[in-house]
């Protein structure tokens, strides 16, 4: 089968670096080759790895949870048709292979007959269209239900239009699912992999409008079961012994702790007390990076990501398209990545990062100058005579609060006007975005799937989940909408490039840099995976202790 596009991002592994791209294929493919296996006598003591995480998952649920933490916990106990090998590959998962059409606008997978739900149960294909429909209702409120939009008829039962019925997903029988798409969709494989089209234990979620919220009540189909779940502290996974594959998962236990101060958890790791530090896990203290980066030890993970400052678009005075402006060209990028973030990571002058290949130079560059004019001319079109307090909200680490207190310093001295800082506990903080409950707010974006639709989709429609500068522009969305009916892939490109160019223009979002996450870990730890688009998989991971 053809490559329909191009997979750039490489798979991050941490014991020594392998990369590979995703090549489809139409049968099983076997994971790389893992680690040697422990001896007999290594054997004999439970093989645990000690991870941390920095708050409460709000949801085990794969259709409504929105958080890394919580999707870090769902790759654990759930798996999709999809998902990625030692090699860097995506590569069959619960399915044990697929077809797609020439024109990418039919897929049909095959899910393997030994595939169980942990409780002993089957996986089927029903179970697939069963929560691909429920993830599209209204009812279910599922964020990321605009996912499954690439699906014939699943934007307009999600919204209210159409029929459950008409969505394009079928069993064709107990083993196979059909998928139709709306328009040609060649990175539709790679989409599965995302928890919003993992399968749902039917008769689990009906039967407990809870059952996502305790460990008792989880049935999933992963490679881990959750066998406790204290809240606000600690969870701990036990192998699957139901999994299909459940011979290449090495790890009997993972005991993950919820530690949401990152000096702490950093603290840990130095004392032994957990086997990672740093990134997927939490986030690394600024201040022991660059001794980390002098010992040789400091790793960085390189995911597809922006980090952005967004504006509510909704009130003044950031209802003025000259006043986001003039705060975007007013930062200084350069000097929060060198003096904060440490990590060489690159400036973002776009909000799609350069590697999925749409304009390498960016959009923009930063202009005092120019942005004290914007601020002027947008004061004056909103009859201000004085710029009013705002105030600028980020989540808690110290990372964020150095930036946050950079972007002030900087919006003082470039443009004269005060932001006052708000340091939102994590949930508060996600309520506060989801709202739009903000008049500036910090915004990280980490691509789901390796195409630039995955950054501008998000902002075709005012409502839409991820929309949190509430903004709307009809070419945009004129051009998001092109883009699905274009086979061509350059042609394609062209229409994504000009719609970026409008996002930037617009600047509903400041994007600041892109995404590099540095971690470091205990050497004992092997062949533990940095997903391709960023985040944990536990599956093959192993700790050698001799």
Same mark, same amino acid.
């Given at each position: 089968?053809?490559?329909?596009?191009?997979?750039a991002?490489?798979?991050?592994?941490?014991?020594?670096?392998?990369?590979?791209?995703?090549?489809?294929?139409?049968?099983?493919?076997?994971?790389?080759?893992?680690?040697?296996?422990?001896?007999?006598?290594?054997?004999?003591?439970?093989?645990?790895?000690?991870?941390?995480?920095?708050?409460?998952?709000p949801?085990?649920?794969?259709?409504?949870?929105?958080?890394?933490?919580?999707?870090?916990?769902?790759?654990?106990?759930?798996?999709?048709?999809?998902?990625?090998?030692?090699?860097?590959?995506?590569?069959?998962?619960?399915?044990?292979?697929?077809?797609?059409?020439?024109?990418?606008?039919?897929?049909?997978?095959?899910?393997?007959?030994?595939?169980?739900?942990?409780?002993?149960?089957?996986?089927?294909?029903?179970?697939?269209?069963?929560?691909?429909?429920r993830?599209?209702?209204?009812?279910?409120?599922? %964020?990321?239900?605009?996912?499954?939009?690439?699906?014939?008829?699943?934007?307009?039962?999600?919204?209210?239009?159409?029929?459950?019925?008409?969505?394009?997903?079928?069993?064709?029988?107990?083993?196979?699912?059909?998928?139709?798409?709306?328009?040609?969709?060649?990175?539709?494989?790679?989409?599965?992999?995302f928890?919003?089209?993992?399968?749902?234990?039917?008769?689990?979620?009906?039967?407990?409008?809870?059952?996502?919220?305790?460990?008792?009540?989880?049935?999933?189909?992963?490679p881990?079961?959750?066998?406790?779940?204290?809240?606000?502290?600690?969870?701990?996974?036990?192998?699957?012994?139901n999994?299909?594959?459940?011979?290449?998962?090495?790890?009997?236990?993972?005991?993950i702790?919820?530690?949401?101060?990152?000096?702490?958890?950093?603290?840990?790791?130095?004392?032994?007390?957990?086997?990672?530090?740093?990134?997927?896990?939490?986030?690394?203290?600024?201040?022991?990076?660059?001794?980390?980066?002098?010992?040789?030890?400091?790793?960085?993970?390189?995911?597809?990501?922006?980090?952005?400052?967004?504006?509510?678009?909704?009130?003044?005075?950031?209802?003025?398209?000259?006043?986001?402006?003039?705060?975007?060209?007013?930062?200084?990028?350069?000097?929060?990545?060198?003096?904060?973030?440490?990590?060489?990571?690159?400036?973002?002058?776009?909000?799609?990062?350069?590697?999925?290949?749409?304009?390498?130079?960016?959009?923009f560059? %930063?202009?005092?100058?120019?942005?004290?004019?914007?601020?002027a001319?947008?004061?004056?079109?909103?009859?201000?005579?004085a710029?009013?307090t705002?105030t600028?909200?980020?989540?808690?680490?110290?990372?964020?609060?150095?930036?946050?207190?950079?972007?002030?310093?900087?919006?003082?001295?470039?443009?004269?006007?005060?932001?006052?800082?708000?340091?939102?506990?994590?949930?508060?903080?996600?309520?506060?975005?989801?709202?739009?409950?903000?008049?500036?707010?910090?915004?990280?974006?980490?691509?789901?799937?390796?195409?630039?639709?995955?950054?501008?989709?998000?902002?075709?429609?005012?409502?839409?989940?991820?929309?949190?500068?509430?903004?709307?522009?009809?070419?945009?969305?004129?051009?998001?909408?092109?883009?699905?009916?274009?086979?061509?892939?350059?042609?394609?490109?062209?229409?994504?490039?000009?719609?970026?160019?409008?996002?930037?223009?617009?600047?509903?979002?400041?994007?600041?840099?892109?995404?590099?996450?540095?971690?470091?870990?205990?050497?004992?730890?092997?062949?533990?995976?940095?997903?391709?688009?960023?985040?944990?998989?536990?599956?093959?991971?192993?700790?050698?202790?001799?």
């Amino acid at each position: 089968m053809k490559k329909g596009i191009a997979l750039a991002t490489c798979l991050t592994l941490l014991f020594g670096v392998i990369t590979g791209c995703s090549n489809s294929t139409t049968t099983s493919q076997p994971a790389g080759q893992p680690s040697a296996t422990p001896t007999e006598a290594t054997k004999a003591e439970p093989m645990v790895l000690r991870w941390s995480i920095n708050s409460e998952p709000p949801s085990m649920d794969p259709g409504i949870a929105v958080d890394a933490d919580s999707f870090d916990m769902i790759y654990a106990a759930f798996e999709g048709l999809t998902s990625y090998d030692l090699n860097g590959q995506l590569t069959n998962a619960t399915a044990e292979s697929f077809t797609n059409t020439p024109d990418y606008m039919n897929y049909t997978f095959k899910i393997r007959k030994d595939a169980k739900w942990s409780n002993g149960d089957p996986v089927t294909a029903h179970d697939f269209v069963y929560a691909i429909k429920r993830n599209l209702d209204p009812k279910t409120a599922s %964020e990321y239900a605009y996912q499954l939009y690439y699906i014939k008829g699943g934007e307009e039962y999600n919204t209210g239009k159409g029929k459950a019925e008409d969505v394009g997903v079928k069993a064709l029988d107990d083993y196979t699912v059909e998928f139709n798409l709306k328009s040609p969709t060649p990175f539709f494989r790679e989409l599965t992999f995302f928890p919003t089209l993992f399968p749902l234990h039917q008769k689990t979620v009906e039967g407990n409008p809870h059952w996502a919220a305790e460990a008792k009540t989880i049935v999933g189909n992963g490679p881990f079961i959750m066998d406790t779940w204290e809240h606000k502290s600690k969870i701990v996974f036990t192998k699957n012994p139901n999994y299909w594959d459940k011979d290449n998962v090495k790890l009997d236990r993972l005991e993950i702790s919820m530690i949401e101060d990152n000096n702490t958890a950093f603290s840990m790791f130095e004392n032994g007390d957990i086997d990672w530090g740093g990134y997927p896990a939490s986030t690394l203290p600024p201040d022991a990076i660059q001794s980390l980066k002098d010992a040789g030890k400091l790793m960085v993970a390189d995911n597809p990501g922006t980090q952005s400052v967004v504006f509510n678009t909704n009130q003044p005075p950031f209802n003025n398209k000259k006043i986001r402006q003039a705060f975007s060209y007013a930062i200084n990028r350069q000097e929060i990545i060198d003096n904060i973030l440490q990590t060489g990571v690159p400036a973002a002058y776009g909000w799609v990062p350069t590697s999925m290949g749409l304009k390498a130079d960016g959009y923009f560059k %930063e202009d005092a100058e120019k942005a004290k004019q914007l601020l002027a001319e947008g004061m004056k079109e909103l009859g201000l005579t004085a710029f009013p307090t705002v105030t600028y909200t980020y989540d808690t680490t110290d990372t964020n609060k150095k930036v946050a207190e950079a972007l002030q310093d900087q919006w003082k001295k470039v443009l004269g006007v005060d932001v006052k800082l708000y340091n939102a506990e994590l949930k508060v903080y996600r309520d506060m975005r989801s709202q739009a409950n903000f008049d500036l707010i910090r915004f990280q974006w980490g691509a789901d799937f390796n195409d630039p639709i995955n950054f501008l989709e998000m902002f075709r429609d005012k409502t839409g989940g991820n929309n949190h500068p509430d903004w709307e522009n009809a070419k945009f969305k004129e051009l998001i909408d092109k883009s699905y009916n274009e086979p061509d892939l350059e042609k394609r490109k062209q229409i994504l490039l000009e719609a970026e160019t409008i996002l930037m223009d617009e600047m509903p979002l400041a994007p600041i840099n892109f995404r590099g996450s540095p971690y470091v870990k205990n050497d004992k730890v092997k062949d533990f995976i940095i997903f391709p688009l960023g985040g944990a998989y536990f599956k093959y991971t192993s700790v050698v202790t001799q």
